[in-house]
């Protein structure tokens, strides 16, 4: 049986820089507290936390002391940070640059009027950071079928939440014209006197990675794909892989690999999200060499 690790998963440069930046501050002062799960893995967390790492909520802020928090990749709305400064709390900011970008460019569009749409997830946390940075008035959408909660009589700009997948974005975009030209009742979209903007703000490491997955789960038996439930990026992959290859199989570590999955399988592959670990997927080739072999004969 070949076992291969897939070389275009695992974590994005974005979640790297956060593990790095706290792992820092762990190295020096041994404690650390992280707004909500550093990332969307709960064995990466349990590394973390043997070096001192504690996760906390933000109802837990006022009960903090003698040690930082930090804002972890998906970011924060501008609230957090007024509470953090008015309790007197030190915060290192890890949000993640390209997050810090979409934040920006919602918050000008905001300011100048426009109506903000979010193609996200309401209750992920990087898409509360932005709804905060539009006061807390941009409409969050996850499908086309939602989209009649936009007011198309308005000035309107999309954007999207950096993990979502990009034809569904396209297929929003695409339907929000139709309804402007449909109120307007007008030849052609660019002769509308409507201002409407399609900001696709998918991140590249995400976007990229989806026509990579889908080859390397046609050229495997089976694929073994490692990622944290919570993990939204996880679930978009997974989803895509099993898509190409029905024998895709989800796990958060080791332990829930199944001996039937491997039987008769020639080639086994191993991708994760961009918030699994190298060192995770490893572990998990490394189980299914000593555990697993032996079934596929
Ligand atoms: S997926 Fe992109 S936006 Fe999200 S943390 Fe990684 S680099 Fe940043």
């Known amino acids: ?75 924060e709305p501008p609230e957090t940070y007024r509470r953090a400064r008015d309790l007197g709390i030190e915060l290192i900011d890890a949000t993640c640059p390209v997050v810090t970008k979409v934040q920006e460019r919602i918050r000008k569009f905001s300011d100048k009027g426009y109506q903000v749409v979010i193609f996200g997830k309401k209750d992920h946390a990087e898409v509360i950071g932005l709804v905060g940075h539009t006061n807390n008035t941009a409409i969050v959408i996850k499908s086309v079928s939602e ?25 929003i975009r695409d339907e929000i014209q139709v309804k402007i030209k449909a109120e307007f009742e007008v030849g052609t979209f660019e002769e509308m006197a409507i201002d409407f903007h399609a900001k696709d703000t998918i991140c590249g490491q995400v976007s990229g990675r989806d026509k990579k997955l889908r080859e390397f789960a046609q050229n495997n038996d089976v694929i073994i794909f490692v990622a944290g439930r919570m993990s939204s990026n996880g679930k978009v992959l997974y989803e895509i892989a099993k898509s190409e290859n029905s024998k895709t199989y989800f796990v958060e570590n080791e332990s829930e690999l199944n001996p039937e999955w491997f039987e008769h399988a020639e080639t086994v592959g191993i991708s994760g999200a961009t918030s699994t670990p190298q060192w995770l997927m490893e572990r998990v080739k490394k189980t299914i060499v000593e555990k697993f072999e032996a079934v596929a004969k």
């Open 1 to 75: 049986m070949k076992i291969t690790v897939d070389t275009n998963s695992g974590f994005c440069w974005g979640v790297v820089r956060t593990v790095e930046i706290a792992e820092q501050e762990l190295g020096d002062s041994g404690k650390l507290y992280s707004l909500g799960e550093i990332i969307h893995n709960p064995v990466e967390i349990e590394r973390l936390e043997e070096k001192g790492l504690k996760t906390i909520r933000h109802e837990d802020l006022p009960n903090i002391k003698n040690a930082k928090v930090l804002i972890r990749a998906h970011g």
């Open 147 to 171: 989209i009649d909660k936009i007011d198309f009589t308005k000035k309107t700009v999309l954007f999207s939440q950096t993990t979502m997948d990009k034809a569904t974005f396209y297929a």
